[in-house]
Each structure stands twice: as structure tokens, then as C-alpha cells.
């Protein structure tokens, strides 16, 4: 049975950081391409990051780029997401992704099998 267990979001000030972790079981992260999406109010869910499991090989969407870092430690059988210089249209719910799959990370919802339940991440003063 897969599970995913998403937390360390919260309230943080514009310029602060937070990181966000995703620990699964039921599959092993090692072998799979990782991501982290986003939902802000009103708005579609869109892809911040992610990591493929064939070459390594990261991607960020522009408006994270130079400020989020995914990363993931396989002993742990968790992926990050390193959120630094936050801004206030940052804030969103997160949601981390999976998919146990070889292969290159992808840009769609549809891309993932498994998800996280969401975490809410607030950057107000």
C-alpha cells in the first residue's frame, strides 16, 4: 500500500524559507521521478519542480527558479523541496508527486501516480 506523508509548511514572512519534505512508503523514491506542484486560490494546480529518476536531471518553473531546490535522500525514502527568498505569491498549497517509473520527470498532473494530501504554505508579514 502506498502512502505519502507530507509536512513542514506553515506561515513565513516574505524573504524567509521553509522546506518542505514528502516521505513515502509503499515504493521506493530511488527509482522514481519526484515533483512538487502547487494550488493557489482561484488558480490551477501548477508544476514547481521536479526530479527524474533516469539522469538526475532537475526542473523548475520559472517563477522558482534560483530560489527552490529539490532534492531527495533515498536512505530516507524522502524528497524535499528547499523554499528560500518566499514571496507572497508563493503562497499555495503544495503537493508533492510520484511516479515509480525510470524515466525523465514530467510537466503534467497526469505524470504522477501518487500524491500528497497537500500542505498549506502561507508567506504574509
Known amino acids: 500500500q502506498v502512502q505519502i506523508e507530507e509536512s513542514g509548511g506553515g506561515l513565513v514572512q516574505p524573504g524567509g524559507s521553509l522546506r518542505l519534505s514528502c516521505t513515502a512508503s509503499?515504493?521506493?523514491?530511488?527509482?522514481?521521478?519526484v515533483g512538487w506542484f502547487r494550488q493557489a486560490p482561484g488558480k490551477e494546480r501548477e508544476r514547481v519542480s521536479c526530479?527524474?529518476?533516469?539522469?538526475?536531471?532537475?526542473a523548475y518553473a520559472d517563477s522558482v527558479q534560483g530560489r527552490f531546490t529539490i532534492s531527495r535522500d533515498n536512505a530516507k525514502n524522502t524528497w524535499y523541496l528547499q523554499m528560500s527568498s518566499l514571496k507572497p505569491e508563493d503562497t499555495a498549497v503544495y503537493y508533492c508527486?510520484?511516479?515509480?517509473?525510470?524515466?525523465?520527470?514530467?510537466?503534467?498532473?497526469?505524470?504522477?501516480?501518487?500524491w500528497g494530501q497537500g500542505i498549506q504554505v502561507t508567506v504574509s508579514s
Open positions: 508527486a510520484a511516479d515509480y517509473a525510470w524515466r525523465i520527470c514530467g510537466l503534467f498532473e497526469a505524470d504522477y501516480a501518487y
Open positions: 509503499g515504493f521506493t523514491v530511488a527509482y522514481s521521478a
Open positions: 526530479s527524474s529518476s533516469s539522469d538526475g536531471s532537475k
